[in-house]
């Protein structure tokens, strides 16, 4: 008789899983912004010792074209050696590829040659809707009881935006996640403490209110996502609302601590609408409810007029527009992407009260144009989606934001490229010079998932 055993790139422990083996690969979702031809996933090698190293080797275009190719992620992780998963030899192999735009679905399978993964499952928008009431799907985690994925609104692309469940094996819509949504109407990611039995989620826009462009008078009037909700994982409940206030406008990516006995995690606040800063938030849990305290604030950079788009000059200063966020496995630095300045910061967050930045880089950005060691002459765009691998020595970034948003910032176009950081044990950064992928003009690089798992694709029930 076969003996079972579970799938070597799962780990019960963060601790263990930052042993990992060094990935090879890492595979890129790249939208093409002008919808004329297929989205695509990219595989990039980033093996050292390989002749390839720093190229793309392969992929898979979608059949279609529009669906912009955003977040997306795996089917499996190591969240089902958790001790309620009815799981434990499901395989990571299979990649959850929502269309931000076109609700549409795809499910590909990196196996047998992950170089070349192919479509083995198409979900379309009609069928999204009639499962679910949702569109728009934004946000994949691979959960103990199937598949998480957030969707941005309903039907017609307005409020309520929530989570849906997929059967993690043979991919079927299950439904609404929620049963009782309370005050929530807007949505953008999601995960969880496992320990606490509690989910989280953040808040962006309407697909109405995003999906051609941020809208200076919904912005200004701070009728975007301003709140983190709290609910309870197993009932599906909306437990606590924490608003941030007027002032802070996009609150985004949700990074809590990998190890499961501790009650605290981070998000980014992508601008203040008094001073265009950025700031990062730690929410923890005191005594029975959960709270949030601000602990980074990133400011805005003087600069001339001239030098910037149309929706800036009158500001006559950069903003930070810290746009993504991660957090290292040993939960002991946190990366934070400024998409506006081109800046990529590192703090210790080993006190996650008191951050102390221990290392940055600049590369892009609105009125810098950074430039990078192995790139001929400036370069736009700026850090935006981060990925970290699992031993935490090595940071990925790519340099889009969302189609319709990034001509509002850089009005030229965005000319793609993907970077890679090396990282010092006790902090500290310094770009690979090796490695710096040019994408090609028909498609802008986005989310980064890394083979065998990365530092926010996972999630861990024990210490």
């Not at 307005?158 to 929530?184: H, K, N």
Request: glycine fraction near 8%; charge should be negative.
């Amino acid at each position: 008789m076969t003996r079972w055993t579970p799938d070597p790139t799962f780990y019960p422990s963060p601790r263990l899983a930052a042993k990992a083996p060094a990935e090879t690969l890492a595979y890129v979702a790249a939208f093409a912004p002008n919808r004329d031809v297929p989205d695509s996933i990219a595989v990039v090698d980033v093996d050292p010792s390989s002749p390839t190293y720093a190229k793309i080797v392969g992929g898979v275009d979608m059949p279609k074209t529009g669906d912009e190719v955003h977040h997306y992620g795996w089917n499996a992780c190591s969240s089902c050696l958790c001790p309620n998963a009815p799981h434990p030899h499901m395989e990571r192999r299979f990649l959850i590829v929502p269309g931000l735009r076109s609700s549409r679905m795809y499910i590909i399978d990196t196996k047998p040659d992950p170089k070349i993964p192919s479509i083995v499952r198409v979900i379309e928008p009609e069928e999204l809707i009639e499962a679910t009431g949702y569109s728009r799907p934004h946000t994949v985690h691979c959960g103990p009881d199937g598949i998480y994925v957030s969707a941005l609104g309903n039907a017609n692309g307005d409020a309520p935006g929530g989570i849906f469940l997929m059967d993690p094996e043979t991919f079927d819509l299950l439904g609404r996640w929620e049963v009782e949504r309370g005050p929530q109407q807007l949505a953008y990611d999601a995960w969880w403490h496992l320990g606490y039995d509690t989910l989280v989620t953040s808040e962006w826009g309407a697909p109405n209110t995003v999906e051609n462009g941020l809208i200076p008078e919904i912005l200004l009037g701070a009728q975007y996502g301003r709140r983190l909700h709290f609910w309870d994982l197993q009932k599906r409940k909306h437990l606590q609302e924490i608003d941030f206030g007027p002032d802070y406008q996009l609150v985004f990516e949700l990074r809590p601590a990998h190890d499961p006995t501790k009650a605290y995690g981070f998000v980014n606040c992508v601008v203040s609408l008094k001073d265009l800063s950025s700031s990062i938030w730690t929410w923890y849990r005191d005594g029975e409810k959960w709270a949030v305290k601000k602990v980074i604030d990133i400011p805005a950079e003087p600069a001339d007029p001239d030098l910037l788009p149309p929706l800036l000059k009158g500001f006559k200063a950069v903003p930070p527009l810290v746009t993504d966020i991660d957090l290292s496995m040993d939960d002991r630095f946190l990366y934070v992407a400024c998409w506006g300045t081109g800046d990529l910061h590192q703090y210790d967050v080993s006190d996650p009260f008191a951050p102390k930045l221990t290392g940055k880089v600049r590369i892009g950005g609105i009125v810098s144009r950074a430039s990078h060691p192995a790139a001929n002459g400036p370069l736009n765009g700026g850090p935006q989606m981060v990925e970290i691998s699992r031993d935490g020595k090595r940071i990925y970034f790519t340099n889009s934001l969302y189609g319709a948003v990034d001509p509002q910032f850089y009005p030229e176009g965005i000319d793609g490229w993907m970077v890679k950081l090396d990282a010092g044990a006790d902090g500290g950064l310094a770009f690979d010079e090796k490695f710096f992928v040019t994408w090609p003009k028909s498609h802008r690089p986005h989310q980064v998932r890394l083979q065998g798992g990365d530092c926010s694709s996972d999630s861990y029930c024990y210490p």
